[in-house]
C-alpha cells in the first residue's frame, strides 16, 4: 500500500495553514467587535433615547395636570385629609361641580399632589370630592419616574409667603430614569395664578 | 463559478445583525415621533387655552362698553386660533361666559380648550390678611389666636399664650400728618383730564413735583383722584428732579394706584410703595402716574386753579420713558399728599418664656420676646428665639393702603340713599325682617333673637346695636357677591350675636364704620361675649373684640384681641366682591372659573 507524500502546495491543499488561521481569527476578532460595538453603541442611544422620551413625556403631561387643577383652585389649603401642604406637597382646595359640570356653591372638593407614601419615584394626583359634588374621585399615577418636585407660593405682588396665603404656585418637576450613561432627565416648571381665589 | 462555491455564515449573521440595529433605529424614531407629537399636542393645548383666556378679557371689556348689547362673538381671530363667546343671563346682575379656544380653527381643530366663569357687575375688594392694621396697632391678650397673618402699620404687642399661625409684617411709621399736600376749594376746583387723548394730545403720563420738608422715608402718597369709565390699575412713581422735569434714570420707587379704590367721584386715595424711598429735605421730587391711554376709560385729578402749593408744579408727556421725553407745564396744582416715615415701629411679647409663638415668617424693624417658627428680617431683636433664618439689617416693610378706600364707602351711601331713607331710629325686639337698601337716619337696635335680612347697601347715620342672639344676615338674593352695613356712629355687638353671609362660599356681611377712634379715643366697634362676626372693617376706628370672639377678617385702625378670642382667616377674603354700585364695572365672580 503507498503512502501518498502529503506536501504543501497551493494546488489540491487541504486545510489552512497556521499563519492563515491566525491571521482570520484576528480579522473575525476585530470585525465582530467593531460590529458588536455598533450594536452595543446603537442599544445604548436607544435606551437613552428612550428615558429621555419617557421622562419629557411625563414632565409636560405631569406638570400640565398640575398646573390646570392649580388654576381652577379657590385656595391652597394647609392641609386635609392627612395631607399638608409643603414644599412637595401640594393641597388645593377646588369649588364643587354638580351634575352639569358647572360649580356648585358652598361645596369645596380637594386635590393633592405628593409621593407616593410607599415609592418616591411615584408621583400621585388625588381627587378628593365632597360627597356632594360630582366631581369624580381619582387616585391618578402621574409619573414613576420622578426625580423631585418642588412648590413654591408666592402672594400677588410675587412675595413668598405660607402656603395658605398664597394666590400663585410655583411648580418645579424634574423626572428621569437609568443609572450612569444612558441615565435621562427632564425638567420644566410653571408659576400658576390661582383664578378662582385673589388676584 | 468558483466563488459561489463558497460557504460561510458572515452573511446570515451580517443580516441578523443589521436587522437588529435597523430595528433600534425604528423604535428611536418611533418614540421620538410620539414624543414629538406628545409635545405639538400640549402647546396646542396651551395655546387654545390661552386664546380662550384672551377671549375672557375681550368679552369683560365689551360688557363695560356695551353693558346689555353685548351678546358674544364667534370665531374672532387671535394668535395661532380662534375664540367664540357664549354669553347667559343667570341674573339681573350675573351673567355666564363660555368661551372656547380652537387651534387653529373651529372647523378642524387640532385643540379646543372651553373656559366658563361668571362676571358680575360691582366692586371688588381684596382682605388678604387675617388682620390689616393702621397706625393705631394691635394688642393681642392672653391665650388669643389668630389663624392667618398680620399685616400692621403701627406696634404689635401680645400677651402671654398668645398664638399667631401665619406671617407677620410691621410696617415702618408713618407720620400722622402729611408732611406736603395740595387741595383746591371751590370755585377753584377743575378736572385735568389724563390717560387718554385731550385736543390732540396724547396725555398719559402726569406728574406733580413737591419739596418733603424733612429728610425721612416716604411711606406713601395720597392722590385726588376720579375715574371715567373703567380704567385698570395704573403704576405710580416716585422720580428725581432733572431741571425741573422728572428724571426717568432716577426711579426711586413704584407703587400701584388700585382702579377699584377709585370712584366717580373725587376722594384722596392712598398708594403705597413696594419700597419706600429716603428723600431728602428741600430737594424736589415728583410723584407720577404713568397710564397706557384709552379713549374710554381714563382719569381726572383734582386741579386747583389757584396754585396754592408752592414747593412743585405739574407737568404731562406722552411717554415718560421715551429717549427724550418731553414734559409740557400744567397750569395749576394737582391734588395730593405726602405722608413721611421714620417711626420705630416693633413686634413684642409680654416675655419669653410665656407661650406665645408665630409659626410664621416675622418681618419688622424691631422684635422683642418672640419665639418665632419661621424666619426674622430686622434691625433690632432682643430675647427672642427664631427657628429659621435670621436677617438683620433688613428693611422695614411699606406700609400699605387700607383695601376700601373712603370714595367707596361714599359711592355706597349714595347707593343706599337712593334705595330710601327712614328717618327716626329702628329696632326689633324678638321680631325679624328686612331691611335695605337704604339709608336709616337714626340708630339701629337688634335684641333678644331679632332675626333681620339685610338686602345690601344698608347705611345707618347713627349707632348700631346688636344684643342677646340676635343675627344680621344678607339676604339669598346676593348669591357669590357680599353686602356691606356702614354705620358712622359706634357700633356694639353683645352676646352672642351673628353677622352672617346669605350662606353662599365666598359670600360675607362686611361691617363698616366709619367712627373717627383717633380724635377720642372712643370703640368704633365693641364686639361681646362669644360673638360670631365675618369681618369688620373701621379704617379710623378702634376694634374691641371681647372673651371668646369669633371673627374671621378685621381691619381697622387699632384692634383689640381680649382673651381667648379666635380668628380664622377664610381664603375666600382674598377676593370679596360687592354687587352693583354707581362706580361698579364688570368683573369675574372668583371661584367659578372653570376649565373644560
Known sequence: ?199 | MKFLDNKGQILPITIFLVGLILANSLVMVGQATTFFFNSSNNIYSDEAENIAEAGVDKALASLDKNPGGYLGETNTSFGAGVFSVNVTNINSQTQQLTVTGYVPSATSPKAKKIITIDVSKGVGASFYYGMQIGNGGLTMNNNSILNGSIYSNGNIYGDDGVTINGDVWVAGGTQPTADQQSDCTDPNCQDYIFGTNVSGNNILDVAQSFKPSVSSVLNKVSLKLRKIGTPPDETVKILGDSSGKPNKNNVLATGTLSASLVTNTYGFIDVSFSTSPNLTANTTYWIMIATSGDANNYWAWSNDTSQGYVNGSPAWSSNWSAKYPVWTPITGDLGFQTYMGGVITSVSFSSSNGGSVITGNVHAHTITNATINGSAYYQIITNSTVSGTSYPGSADPPPTSMPISDANISSWKSQAANGGITSGNVSFNGTNGTLGPGEIQGNLSLSNGATVTVKSPLWITGNLTLSNSSILQLDSSSGAASGIIIVDGTTSLQNGVTLEGDGTNGSFLVLVSTYNSEQNNVIAINCGNSSSTQVMYAPYGIINVSNNGNVKELTGWEIVLNNNVTLTYDTGLASLFFSSGPSGSFALVKGTYQIK
Open chain 1, 1 to 199: 500500500m503507498k503512502i501518498k507524500d502529503i506536501t504543501f502546495n497551493k494546488k489540491g491543499s487541504l486545510g489552512f495553514s497556521l499563519l492563515e488561521v491566525v491571521i482570520a481569527c484576528l480579522l473575525g476578532i476585530l470585525i465582530s467587535a467593531y460590529i458588536v460595538s455598533i450594536f452595543v453603541k446603537n442599544t445604548g442611544l436607544v435606551y437613552q433615547q428612550a428615558t429621555t422620551v419617557s421622562a419629557g413625556l411625563d414632565v409636560n403631561q405631569s406638570l400640565y395636570q398640575i398646573t390646570n387643577y392649580i388654576k381652577q383652585a379657590e385656595s391652597v389649603s394647609t392641609s386635609y385629609s392627612g395631607y399638608t401642604s409643603s414644599g412637595s406637597v401640594l393641597v388645593l382646595q377646588l369649588p364643587g361641580l354638580d351634575a352639569s359640570g358647572n360649580v356648585l356653591s358652598g361645596v369645596s372638593d380637594y386635590v393633592v399632589v405628593t409621593q407616593d407614601s410607599t415609592n418616591n419615584k411615584i408621583l400621585r394626583l388625588i381627587v378628593i370630592p365632597n360627597s356632594s359634588s360630582s366631581r369624580p374621585a381619582a387616585n391618578t399615577v402621574l409619573t414613576t419616574i420622578l426625580k423631585s418636585i418642588t412648590f413654591i407660593y408666592y402672594n400677588s405682588t410675587g412675595g413668598m409667603v405660607t402656603p395658605s396665603s398664597a394666590s400663585q404656585v410655583s411648580t418645579t418637576l424634574i423626572t428621569g430614569s437609568g443609572e450612569g450613561p444612558v441615565s435621562s432627565e427632564a425638567s420644566s416648571s410653571a408659576q400658576t395664578t390661582l383664578r378662582n381665589t385673589g388676584s
